[in-house]
C-alpha cells in the first residue's frame, strides 16, 4: 500500500488557495522552483494533472477540486487536534471560543451565554468581527461558535451547522411621556425624527417593505448598524428609534425609555453556527440545548 505524501498534499493545499503559484511559495517561504516540484511528484503520485494553466494564475482540474476537499478535510481536523491538545486535557476541556458578529446586540449575547457565565470550569474567550472573518476561524477551528444575526448556507467545502437560537421583537421606543401617548402609527413615521438600524440589516428591509405597504415615507435622521451606538443614540438623541427590545432592555426596565408600538410583522433572528466536530464541548452542548428549550417555551 503506498503512502500519501502530506507534505506535498499540504503544499498543493496553499497553492490551492492561493491560486498562484508565486503568492504561494512566499507564504510557505520557500521557492517557486521547489514549490512546483513538490506539486509535480503529487501528480507524479496520484497519477493525475491538478492544475491548469490560465495565464499567471492557476485553475484546478477536475480531479484537483476533488483532492481539495480532501485536502480541507485533512488539515482542519488537524487545527481541531491541535486546539484540543494546546488544554492539555481531551476530557476536561471546558475554554469555550465565541466570536460575535460586531454589530450584535451585547445585552443578546449576554443572555445567550448567562448559563455558563460565572462557571468554575468554563473559560469563555470572546472575539468580535465581520461575519466572513468569523467564518474563517470556524473552518480552522480556532472558534467553537458564531452569534450572529445573519444565517449561513452550508456546502461541501464549509459544512455550517445553523441553528437558530433566539427570535427577538422589535418595536419603536422613544422617550417616556406624553409623546408615547401622542403618538399615531403609521402616520406619524413620516414626520417624527427617527433612528433606524443600517441599509444592510435584515431589520431594515422588513421595515421598509411594512412602510412601503402601509404607503409611509420614512427619512431617517440617522442610519446605525452597530447596535451598541444604536442603543446609545436611542437613549441619548430624544427621537424615535426602531430597535430590536433587547438591545434596550435595561432602559425600557428602567422606564427611561417607552415602547411606543411592536412592529408585528419586524423581528430579529439570532443564529448560533457551529463546524463538525469529533469531540462535543459540553458548556456548547449546553447552550444550544438552553437556547432551543428557551425558543420552543415561547413559541406562540
Given at each position: 500500500m503506498r503512502n500519501l505524501n502530506f507534505h506535498h498534499l499540504y503544499y498543493f493545499w496553499v497553492v490551492a488557495k492561493e491560486g498562484h503559484l508565486t503568492r504561494a511559495a512566499e507564504q510557505l517561504h520557500v521557492s517557486q522552483s521547489a514549490l512546483s516540484s513538490q506539486i509535480r511528484q503529487l501528480q507524479d503520485q496520484l497519477g493525475h494533472e491538478l492544475f491548469s494553466r490560465d495565464g499567471r494564475s492557476l485553475r484546478l482540474t477536475e480531479v484537483g477540486y476533488l483532492v481539495l476537499e480532501y485536502a480541507e478535510s485533512i488539515f482542519n481536523l488537524g487545527s481541531e487536534l491541535l486546539a484540543l491538545t494546546e488544554s492539555g486535557d481531551l476530557q476536561r476541556l471546558q475554554r469555550l471560543r465565541i466570536g460575535s458578529v460586531a454589530t450584535l446586540s451585547r445585552n443578546f449575547q449576554e443572555?445567550?451565554?448567562?448559563?455558563?457565565?460565572?462557571?468554575?470550569?468554563?473559560?469563555?474567550?470572546?472575539?468580535?468581527?465581520?461575519?466572513?472573518?468569523?467564518?474563517?476561524?470556524?473552518?480552522?477551528?480556532?472558534?467553537?461558535?458564531?452569534?450572529?444575526?445573519?444565517?449561513?448556507?452550508?456546502?461541501?467545502?464549509?459544512?455550517?451547522?445553523?441553528?437558530?437560537?433566539?427570535?427577538?421583537?422589535?418595536?419603536?421606543?422613544?422617550?417616556?411621556?406624553?409623546a408615547a401617548k401622542r403618538f399615531r402609527f403609521p402616520q406619524d413615521l413620516g414626520t417624527l425624527p427617527l433612528i433606524l438600524p443600517g441599509p444592510s440589516s435584515d431589520i431594515r428591509s422588513q421595515f421598509d417593505l411594512m412602510c412601503e405597504q402601509l404607503g409611509v415615507e420614512v427619512d431617517p435622521y440617522a442610519e446605525v448598524e452597530d447596535m451598541a451606538m444604536l442603543r446609545l443614540l436611542t437613549r441619548d438623541s430624544g427621537g424615535l428609534a426602531v430597535v430590536p427590545e433587547v438591545v434596550v432592555q435595561d432602559e425600557l426596565q428602567s422606564g427611561r425609555l417607552q415602547k411606543y408600538r411592536v412592529l408585528e410583522n419586524v423581528v430579529e433572528c439570532f443564529y448560533a453556527i457551529t463546524a463538525k466536530r469529533h469531540f462535543e464541548l459540553v458548556a456548547l452542548n449546553t447552550l444550544l440545548e438552553q437556547s432551543l428549550a428557551s425558543m420552543q417555551a415561547t413559541a406562540p
Amino acid at each position: 500500500m503506498r503512502n500519501l505524501n502530506f507534505h506535498h498534499l499540504y503544499y498543493f493545499w496553499v497553492v490551492a488557495k492561493e491560486g498562484h503559484l508565486t503568492r504561494a511559495a512566499e507564504q510557505l517561504h520557500v521557492s517557486q522552483s521547489a514549490l512546483s516540484s513538490q506539486i509535480r511528484q503529487l501528480q507524479d503520485q496520484l497519477g493525475h494533472e491538478l492544475f491548469s494553466r490560465d495565464g499567471r494564475s492557476l485553475r484546478l482540474t477536475e480531479v484537483g477540486y476533488l483532492v481539495l476537499e480532501y485536502a480541507e478535510s485533512i488539515f482542519n481536523l488537524g487545527s481541531e487536534l491541535l486546539a484540543l491538545t494546546e488544554s492539555g486535557d481531551l476530557q476536561r476541556l471546558q475554554r469555550l471560543r465565541i466570536g460575535s458578529v460586531a454589530t450584535l446586540s451585547r445585552n443578546f449575547q449576554e443572555n445567550f451565554l448567562r448559563p455558563v457565565i460565572g462557571e468554575a470550569k468554563v473559560k469563555l474567550i470572546i472575539r468580535s468581527a465581520s461575519l466572513e472573518e468569523l467564518l474563517e476561524q470556524l473552518k480552522v477551528h480556532k472558534l467553537d461558535l458564531i452569534l450572529s444575526n445573519r444565517a449561513v448556507a452550508a456546502d461541501s467545502s464549509t459544512p455550517w451547522r445553523c441553528q437558530q437560537v433566539a427570535q427577538q421583537s422589535v418595536c419603536i421606543v422613544g422617550p417616556p411621556g406624553k409623546a408615547a401617548k401622542r403618538f399615531r402609527f403609521p402616520q406619524d413615521l413620516g414626520t417624527l425624527p427617527l433612528i433606524l438600524p443600517g441599509p444592510s440589516s435584515d431589520i431594515r428591509s422588513q421595515f421598509d417593505l411594512m412602510c412601503e405597504q402601509l404607503g409611509v415615507e420614512v427619512d431617517p435622521y440617522a442610519e446605525v448598524e452597530d447596535m451598541a451606538m444604536l442603543r446609545l443614540l436611542t437613549r441619548d438623541s430624544g427621537g424615535l428609534a426602531v430597535v430590536p427590545e433587547v438591545v434596550v432592555q435595561d432602559e425600557l426596565q428602567s422606564g427611561r425609555l417607552q415602547k411606543y408600538r411592536v412592529l408585528e410583522n419586524v423581528v430579529e433572528c439570532f443564529y448560533a453556527i457551529t463546524a463538525k466536530r469529533h469531540f462535543e464541548l459540553v458548556a456548547l452542548n449546553t447552550l444550544l440545548e438552553q437556547s432551543l428549550a428557551s425558543m420552543q417555551a415561547t413559541a406562540p
